[in-house]
């Protein structure tokens, strides 16, 4: 690899199309002003070196800065370069990166407006970074350890992740897809409006209107400080750990939340809120009485539901491997046959809104806590006519194991599949 030392350049183009080199403590500044110092290079290092003219590193391929400056006239620094690692640098010039590939950043101090914009790939780690726009429509973002003050910053990014980040912004994340954030602060208003698949995970998130308009979004034990008119018009599954000002028409999903004022004045809004001093088995309650679910589970946070109807989807959450052990269920209907699968899912307690004689006894029999609405004698078939077929198929059985044999042999008969 050639070395050069301990130069300055201020000529256009000065190392135009250089291959294999190291260059090491030099300056590329002077009257002569030239830009693209480094334009169509390959496999070329820099250390210790000082950068005042613009656009040095565009269309390059295999670079390595280290201990480098890029001063505010270092404009439009690398632009349109693959395979980029650069540890211990100032990059202190406007849009600074730009439309670049493969790019590892380290230690690093970014005061750049624009910067990021149309990436392809970027892990930083680090790192501290100031200016306006930052990172617009790049994907596959791994930041850790990153702060950031700048408003407009992640719009329109896609598939990406942060850890431990600190971010004090504004309109951030929107229109962001496929995201997930966690252990970080987000200071700023209008968080991710019209995000789609993004996750906050462990986060303190501050600022008037956050998260509005998204789909798929989900927070996981979350803080939101100074936050109101919240999660409006969203598809949202949260868990907050504490009181927010106020919670404003979410367009579906499940809020715990210690307290808040809910705001509904939209009839398409059809989010359920429940506060979390209410245990799981009020929370299975109230999401299956404000929904349009048949099934509902809660156990600490988790929620799983259903519209299928029948022995059905009990039977494929038997079938699924996991574990739900000890959670609440409410249900539109338990008969016997229901009954003896909630046993041998391992239910705490279960909720009917209507529920038979022989599952009330069933239940009672296993120690699962019971409450319902309805008490009958007997489920009724779907055309009125007779008793359900599951229910008759357990009517002379007196366990679990022996019910879920016979429940598998009717599904056989009626040509239910899982």
Same mark, same amino acid.
């Given at each position: ?9 201020? #000529? ?115 790192? #501290? ?139 398409? #809004? ?13 929370? #299975? ?134």
């Amino acid at each position: 690899m050639e070395r050069i030392q301990n130069q300055t350049f201020d #000529a256009e183009r000065a190392l135009y199309g250089s291959r294999d080199l190291w260059v090491e403590n030099c300056r590329f500044d002077g009257p002569a002003d030239g830009e693209s110092a480094f334009k169509e290079c390959k496999d070329v290092r820099v250390s210790d070196s000082f950068f005042n003219l613009r656009y040095p590193f565009w269309h390059d391929t295999g670079l390595l800065m280290e201990n480098c400056e890029l001063t505010p006239l270092c404009r439009a620094a690398l632009w349109y370069t693959e395979d980029v690692t650069i540890r211990n640098a100032k990059l202190h010039g406007i849009k600074a990166l730009r439309e670049c590939g493969k790019v590892t950043m380290e230690n690093c101090d970014v005061d750049s407006m624009e910067f990021g914009w149309f990436t392809r790939g970027i892990t930083m780690t680090d790192c #501290a970074v100031k200016g306006e726009y930052f990172m617009l429509r790049s994907y596959d973002l791994v930041f850790r350890n990153v702060s950031l003050k700048g408003k407009y910053s992640f719009q329109y990014i896609e598939n990406s992740l942060f850890e431990n980040c600190d971010f004090d912004t504004k309109d951030a994340f929107w229109h962001a897809k496929n995201v997930t954030v966690r252990n970080s602060r987000i200071k700023g208003e209008y968080l991710a409006w019209y995000c789609e698949n993004v996750t906050f995970e462990n986060c303190v998130i501050s600022g008037t209107q956050p998260l509005c308009y998204c789909k798929g979004l989900k927070l996981v034990n979350c803080r939101m400080e100074n936050a109101d008119l919240c999660f409006e018009k969203s598809q949202v599954e949260a868990t907050v750990t504490n009181e927010v000002v106020s919670i404003k028409n979410p367009r579906t999903g499940f809020i715990t939340v210690p307290g808040a004022e809910l705001i509904y004045d939209d009839p398409d #809004a059809k989010g359920v809120v429940v506060f979390s001093k209410n245990c799981d088995e009020e929370k #299975a309650r109230t999401i299956l009485a404000s929904q349009d679910y048949t099934c509902v589970l809660c156990r600490d946070g988790q929620i799983h539901t259903t519209t299928l109807r029948g022995v059905k989807p009990l039977v494929s959450w038997l079938e699924s491997g996991m574990d739900f052990s000890g959670f609440r269920a409410a249900d539109k209907v338990v008969g016997k046959a229901t009954a003896y699968l909630y046993q041998l899912l391992g239910a705490h307690s279960v909720h009917g809104q209507v529920m038979s004689e022989s599952a009330l006894a069933v239940l009672n029999q296993a120690g699962i806590a019971v409450t319902y609405e309805k008490l009958v004698p007997n489920i009724i078939n779907r055309k009125g006519d007779g008793i359900c077929p599951f229910e008759e198929a357990v009517l002379e059985i007196h366990t679990p194991e022996e019910a879920k044999t016979a429940i598998y042999r009717k599904m056989t008969e009626m040509g239910i599949t899982i």
